[in-house]
């Protein structure tokens, strides 16, 4: 059984219905990305996952057990990073530490805070207010705070969404060599077709909203480690790019009118591999 | 603001000031004679009104010499205390700060708990929303009869005065503080299993508590305003007993005095709870 399994999840107000029938697993140590056009209950999803919103219908189990509400088990990195203003950095991480472990004395919480503030980069700045910080040192206090609760599971909700490109891409290496070393099970809603390729295992692709159904599930077929700087070099890359991108502006749109048949169960696509025969037909031309 | 900017309002101010004193200074000048006495007869006129009078008419209203005479004899020595008519400006003002604070703080206790029900809660929200409409608008000294009846002391019915004038904008603010806590930081305190508590005392208390601050800075300067009245009525102590006793003393001196004692604290109190407000204000 998968460390985490969703089965049937839907969710409706009254009778319009946001998504239906979404059932997917995620492995332990897999980081899984979901993408698909606003408005298909991406965010819904996530908010099921951390407990914070209900389903109308389905379940989830993570570790043999239903999720039922929030839980220091699954730590959420918020979209605005949500950072509370009146706190420091520091204070805003050991607010989370002292809720994970309520008996560590203030030594203890101050070393696994410090730990987790040099892991993403902050040393030096741990006493600054949230408004003293740049959006993305905020953004990776909320990444430490995430983190340093050691949650079984990690939810990203757009984390870099406001971030500018090249501090997007800093923070992405960083959440890479920290998923690699700390072997953490991420699931993350991303708008950036490059980004999911660089970081998940997996990538869920979900069709347009209202009626939205997780329509198929790429396997990234790139090994890890990925490296930002090389990884568009992989023959591959291009392939589940395009394989994406098309999914996003030709086919999300198909499955609201039927004219795509809502899968009761995601089929597993591997761009480029499935069709490698035919490839190499086309190849010899 | 630049030092030359700030130099330059200070001058301005103190020639306003120079400008209003002079302009007082000049209102109450002695007046001529209303009417030179028929001649012959100024000896017996002025034996009759009195020679200061047939002199000249002294203004009724103090210049700003004897104001400032008085002042000077009032900040000499604030804390005298010569039985229950007689008693320095500082004892009085002091008596009208206790009660403030004493009524203010007693407010602050209720209002500030059930500011966080209402505001944590949209059914209490409902349920409490006819009342204080209907009771915010109540004068404070409307209250007075009946404190006076049901408590049976003036100076228990001054402090509930108090009490209900600051009572409405601490839980009115109070209660809109802690509805408006942003959604994503309780959502932090959810995902963290942070109980009701800790949640109530951690993130929902400063979250809100520029808002209360505010609403407990509008509250003092309203108390302020309505002692003043307040011990007016009951009398006995108090800076507005003692304006109103010396009305019936007729020291406009001493009235214009106390009046700026008012003026003074007011400021003073203003300026302590905007300092206590500015601490705990964050930035986003």
């Known amino acids: 059984m998968s460390f985490l399994q969703i089965q049937g999840l839907a969710k409706r107000f009254g009778a319009a219905v946001v998504f239906e029938d979404v059932s997917f697993s995620i492995e332990k140590g897999e980081f899984v990305a979901i993408i698909g056009h606003s408005g298909c209950g991406k965010t819904t999803i996530l908010n099921i996952l951390a407990g914070l919103d209900t389903a109308s219908g389905g379940v989830v189990v993570m570790d043999g057990r ?22 420091s950095a520091m204070s805003n991480i050991a607010f989370a530490v002292k809720s994970r472990w309520p008996d560590w004395n203030r030594l203890q919480i101050q070393m696994h805070c410090q730990k987790f503030i040099d892991l993403v980069g902050l040393t030096g700045a741990e006493h600054k ?90 396997h990234n077929t790139i090994a ?46 591997r761009p480029g591999l499935e069709s490698a025969a035919a490839k190499v037909i086309n190849l010899r031309h | 603001m630049t030092e030359s900017a700030r130099l330059k309002s200070l001058v301005l101010s103190s020639l306003l000031l120079a400008v209003f004193v002079g302009a007082w200074h000049l209102a109450t000048l002695p007046k001529a004679p209303a009417q030179s006495a028929p001649a012959g007869k100024s000896a017996e006129y002025a034996a009759l009104v009195g020679a200061q009078a047939a002199a000249g008419q002294k203004s009724a209203f103090p210049t700003p010499a004897d ?27 002091a008596y009208s700060i ?55 002391d003036s100076n228990v019915s001054a402090v509930f005065v108090i009490f209900v004038c600051s009572i409405w904008p601490m839980l ?17 305190a959810r995902t963290l299993e942070v109980s009701s508590l800790r949640k109530a005392f951690a993130v929902i208390l400063p979250a809100a508590a520029p808002t209360i601050m505010t609403g407990m800075r509008i509250s ?23 304006v109103w006793n ?39």
């Open chain 1, 224 to 269: 890890k480690p990925r490296d930002r700087h090389t990884i568009h070099h992989d023959p591959q890359y291009y392939r589940i790019r395009n394989h994406l991108v098309d999914f996003l502006v030709n086919r999300s749109k198909l499955y609201q009118s039927g004219e795509a048949k809502r899968p009761a169960l995601p089929p597993v696509v």
């Open chain 2, 67 to 93: 104001f400032g005479a008085k002042l000077v004899e009032h900040l000499k020595d604030p804390f005298y205390d010569k039985g229950a008519n007689d008693k320095g400006i500082g004892v009085q003002l």
């Open chain 1, 129 to 218: 207010k949230p408004a003293q910080l740049s959006g993305g040192m905020k953004q990776r206090v909320g990444i430490a705070r995430a983190f340093a609760i050691q949650p079984k599971m990690l939810l990203l909700d757009e984390p870099f969404g406001a971030l500018d490109a090249l501090t997007r891409g800093v923070i992405q290496d960083e959440l890479v060599g920290i998923c690699a070393a700390t072997h953490q099970t991420v699931f993350m809603i991303t708008h950036d077709v490059d980004e999911s390729i660089l970081l998940a295992d997996k990538i869920l692709l979900m069709s347009n909203g209202p009626n939205a159904c997780v329509a198929e599930i790429v």
């Open chain 2, 98 to 152: 206790g009660r403030v604070l004493l009524g203010f703080l007693l407010a602050a206790l209720v209002a500030v708990p059930l500011g966080f029900l209402i505001g944590m809660s949209p059914l209490v929200y409902r349920a409490l929303d006819p009342f204080v409409q209907v009771l915010k608008p109540i004068s404070p000294l409307a209250w007075m009869p009946l404190a006076l009846f049901t408590l049976k």
């Open chain 2, 172 to 188: 009115i603010n109070t209660a809109f503080g802690v509805a408006s806590v942003r959604r994503e930081w309780l959502n932090v």
């Open chain 2, 220 to 242: 003092i300067g309203i108390a302020w305003l309505v002692i003043v009245a307040a011990e007016m009525l009951v009398g006995g102590t108090g800076i507005g007993y003692f």
């Open chain 1, 66 to 87: 239903e999720v039922a509400g929030p839980s220091l088990e699954r730590g959420v990195v918020f979209q605005g990073h949500a950072l509370m203003p009146w706190l």
């Open chain 2, 246 to 284: 010396e009305w019936n003393n007729l020291s406009i001196t001493n009235i214009l005095s106390g009046i700026l004692a008012i003026g003074l604290v007011g400021m003073a109190l203003d300026f302590v709870f905007g300092r206590l407000q500015r601490a705990v204000t964050y930035v986003e």
